[in-house]
């Protein structure tokens, strides 16, 4: 486990691939009959060290069923997905996983949920202070470290969970919707420390989050999947997918290639 952002060279898991996201052909519907939602229809991408890598769609997309299989908290109907070469049940050491909701225990304080979760990574109390510590100034957390969590706003909370999500220093870091319920300043702050988090410095972290947002993505990824209804529309760098689309900006893209309703 990597507890410093130390690393210069590609994110690597332990033992030694990549620290890429893998998807490929997968499908997941749910219920059965006439009320079965096919939530996934052969969806594929990757997403590679050293890049955010955004997953853009509408509601219902099927975005959190995505993440969810790539957390393994669901498993697909078929295909595959392998985080660093590894399957996702395999993977769970080398991933950070954040998702609204992501169980906080409300009575406990900031700091006490993150060491919590810094144990069962098997991390020491040594090691988890220090990690507190980096990742207070860039998730503003210090004035919330030993404050119950119950009582804490929602964007405080998101920003704990977020804290929670990162403390063992995962080299796969996945995101749903990050920045829902966060004030500017605090979009800002995630923003800076994300895009930090994928350089050399921080260590080459691959990073996937989900969003709606178009200004959101275009802002902030460097590699976008489009997906709507269940599948991949297109995928590529926002000025790929403007140029392939002719389009102006990546609203008026998404909307050509994804044949969605403006
Ligand atoms: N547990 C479930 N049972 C039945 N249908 C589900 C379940 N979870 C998701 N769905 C359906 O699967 C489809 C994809 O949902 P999903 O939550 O993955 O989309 P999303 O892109 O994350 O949407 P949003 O942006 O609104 O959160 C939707 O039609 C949704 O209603």
């Known amino acids: 486990m990597l507890v410093g952002n130390s690393s210069n060279g590609p994110a690597d898991s332990p033992g030694g ?5 893998d998807v490929q052909h997968v499908h997941k519907g749910y219920g059965r009959g006439a009320r079965r939602v096919q939530a996934l229809s052969d969806v594929s991408f990757q997403a590679m060290p050293g890049q955010i ?3 853009l769609g509408p509601n219902g997309a099927g975005k959190t069923t995505l993440l969810r299989l790539l957390a393994g908290l669901q498993l697909p109907d078929a295909g ?16 950070g996983f ?11 304080t900031a700091r006490e949920n993150m ?33 119950p969590i119950g009582p804490c706003s929602l964007g405080e909370r998101m920003r704990v ?10 080299a796969i870091i996945i995101l749903d919707e990050p920045t829902n319920g966060l004030d500017l300043a605090s979009v800002r702050r ?29 802002k902030l990824a460097d590699e976008v999947v489009l997906i709507a209804q269940g599948r991949v529309a297109d995928s590529g760098s ?25």
């Open 17 to 21: 691939s990549p620290a890429s996201i």
């Open 80 to 95: 595959q997905l392998s985080l660093a070469g590894l399957p996702v049940q395999q993977a769970r050491h080398l991933l």
């Open 161 to 170: 969970a977020l804290a929670r999500a990162l403390i063992h220093d995962p």
């Open 115 to 147: 060491r919590y979760f810094g144990r069962l990574h098997g991390m020491t109390d040594t090691q988890i202070a220090a990690r507190i510590q980096q990742l207070s100034e860039p998730l503003d957390l210090l004035r919330l470290l030993d404050r």
């Open 190 to 218: 995630l923003r800076r420390y994300l895009r930090y988090l994928v350089s050399g410095e921080g260590g080459n972290k691959c990073l996937l989050f989900s969003s709606h947002v178009m200004h959101e993505v275009a």
């Open 98 to 108: 954040y998702s609204e909701g992501c169980g906080l225990y409300p009575r406990l």
């Open 238 to 262: 926002v000025p790929e997918l403007c140029a392939r689309a002719h389009a102006p900006d990546l609203e008026e893209a998404f909307v050509t290639l994804t044949g969605q309703p403006g």
């Open 53 to 55: 890598t955004a997953l």
